[in-house]
């Protein structure tokens, strides 16, 4: 049975939950590229077909990663590269990437959660109907420790394609001429129930390089939190009855990148000022200025401000590193946690640091259980970051019933990694940097 994670009555039994050690199917495989990279193109998935996901997609480009589940995170994706039309190879972009915590307090004070480390997120994997997955491939996932040891096997991770609309239009300088591309993603996903909520984590791999990752929590509400006579609630019942208390739902992720196949990468950041007009200018100016982040950092995330992590290793054909840009989502920072209080953290690799808040690993006298206490000005040779996008849940009488998706994530958008747009058409090729002739 499933075991209510406080007295606060959040949770609920649910039969029949299974979870443990995987087993999964290849997608569609690669096809050919051509031309050259600037650097030894990384190695693919290091896993066996198993464990391994590739799909080449219909605009010709070819996503590669490992997977596992993991007790408290959860799926955890490896090893993932990137193979645009035009590379030999693939690109190695992350070395890693899952859950780090989904920390969950109530508006009233009376309690808190940490959904990975401390309320049963990884045993709470759920089936998925063909009708989740449409299109694609849902594989049998086996989590340790199952909470029912006799039905262990769960069919909860989906690996499907879909289309995003517009990957670009031009039109071109000849009369009824336009170049316009639709484009195609990946999708990678599990649905896990803690108490009432049922959480989506989904991975969308795009085309043109982009990763985007986001959590999408469902369910229900609890019954149980409807009982906020303080006024930090909401009325979602007849008149004013059933005030459903509000909460936080602060999501953390953990990258640990490799770009090109190496951990040693940089950590750049980058501010904007914006300025008057110059005498006699006509508009205002704006100075961006690049700040090389070479310690541990706590980082708050501003207006015209971003980071960025650069590979020290490969370059694209035009000779520039390349990198990806950290790209954070709407967020509602919580400032009532010393681990929340910051939107993200790039911290020196160490093994034991695997979750933002209640740290489960023993990392040694004195080293906390959390995010900012590792961040202490170590200098960054190998750096892992760590994203926190928040989430303020003021209940609304839609929340009911079911509960409609409330999506937050963020995304990692490809800098320089190709010399032009990956999905240029042919006929475009020749236009990078300045032309003499436009189209």
């Known amino acids: 049975?499933?075991?209510?994670?406080?007295?606060?009555?959040?949770?609920?039994?649910?039969?029949?939950?299974?979870?443990?050690?995987?087993?999964?199917?290849?997608?569609?495989?690669?096809?050919?590229?051509?031309?050259?990279?600037?650097?030894?193109?990384?190695?693919?998935?290091?896993?066996?077909?198993?464990?391994?996901?590739?799909?080449?997609?219909?605009?010709?480009?070819?996503?590669?990663?490992?997977?596992?589940?993991?007790?408290?995170?959860?799926?955890?994706?490896?090893?993932?590269?990137?193979?645009?039309?035009?590379?030999?190879?693939?690109?190695?972009?992350?070395?890693?990437?899952?859950?780090?915590?989904?920390?969950?307090?109530?508006?009233?004070?009376?309690?808190?959660?940490?959904?990975?480390?401390?309320?049963?997120?990884?045993?709470?994997?759920?089936?998925?109907?063909?009708?989740?997955?449409?299109?694609?491939?849902?594989?049998?996932?086996?989590?340790?420790?199952?909470?029912?040891?006799?039905?262990?096997?769960?069919?909860?991770?989906?690996?499907?394609?879909?289309?995003?609309?517009?990957?670009?239009?031009?039109?071109?300088?000849?009369?009824?001429?336009?170049?316009q591309e639709q484009g195609k993603d990946l999708l990678v996903y599990t649905v896990n129930q803690v108490g009432w909520y049922e959480y989506i984590t989904e991975w969308r791999f795009q085309d043109d390089g982009t990763v985007h990752a986001n959590v999408g929590a469902t369910g229900s509400l609890s019954p149980g939190d409807y009982d906020a006579g303080d006024g930090r609630g909401w009325p979602i019942g007849k008149g004013a009855k059933s005030y459903a208390t509000s909460h936080s739902h602060n999501v953390f992720w953990r990258l640990n990148f490799g770009l090109d196949g190496s951990s040693k990468n940089k950590v750049e950041q980058y501010d904007s000022v914006v300025s008057p007009p110059a005498q006699g200018g006509q508009a205002p100016r704006n100075k961006t200025t690049r700040t090389k982040v070479t310690k541990e950092l706590a980082g708050d995330a501003r207006n015209m401000r971003w980071w960025r992590v650069v590979s020290t290793v490969g370059k694209n054909k035009d000779e520039h590193a390349r990198s990806y840009e950290i790209v954070p989502g709407a967020s509602s920072t919580y400032p009532g946690r010393s681990y929340t209080k910051h939107d993200i953290y790039f911290t020196q690799y160490k093994k034991c640091e695997q979750f933002a808040s209640n740290n489960l690993r023993n990392c040694g006298a004195g080293a906390g259980k959390s995010v900012d206490k590792w961040a202490n000005g170590q200098a960054l040779t190998h750096p892992v970051a760590w994203v926190n996008i928040g989430f303020h849940h003021v209940a609304r009488d839609e929340d009911q019933q079911p509960m409609p998706v409330h999506w937050q994530g963020f995304s990692l958008a490809p800098r320089d990694v190709t010399a032009m747009n990956p999905l240029t058409p042919p006929e475009l090729a020749d236009q990078n940097g300045q032309v003499e002739t436009g189209s």
Request: glycine share 10%; aromatic share 6%; hydrophobic share 40%.
């Open 1 to 179: 049975m499933r075991v209510n994670r406080t007295s606060r009555v959040r949770g609920r039994t649910a039969a029949g939950l299974a979870v443990a050690a995987l087993t999964a199917v290849a997608a569609a495989s690669a096809g050919p590229a051509a031309a050259q990279p600037k650097a030894a193109p990384a190695a693919a998935a290091e896993c066996s077909e198993a464990y391994r996901i590739e799909q080449k997609l219909s605009t010709g480009t070819t996503w590669t990663m490992c997977w596992h589940y993991e007790r408290e995170a959860g799926l955890v994706l490896e090893n993932v590269s990137y193979q645009p039309p035009g590379e030999a190879g693939p690109i190695r972009v992350l070395t890693s990437a899952k859950l780090a915590q989904i920390h969950v307090p109530y508006d009233d004070g009376s309690v808190e959660y940490d959904d990975l480390t401390g309320a049963g997120f990884g045993q709470g994997l759920m089936n998925l109907a063909p009708g989740e997955c449409p299109g694609g491939t849902i594989r049998t996932v086996k989590v340790p420790d199952a909470w029912d040891p006799e039905q262990p096997d769960v069919k909860g991770l989906c690996a499907t394609t879909r289309s995003r609309g517009h990957a670009y239009r031009m039109q071109g300088a000849s009369a009824g001429k336009v170049w």
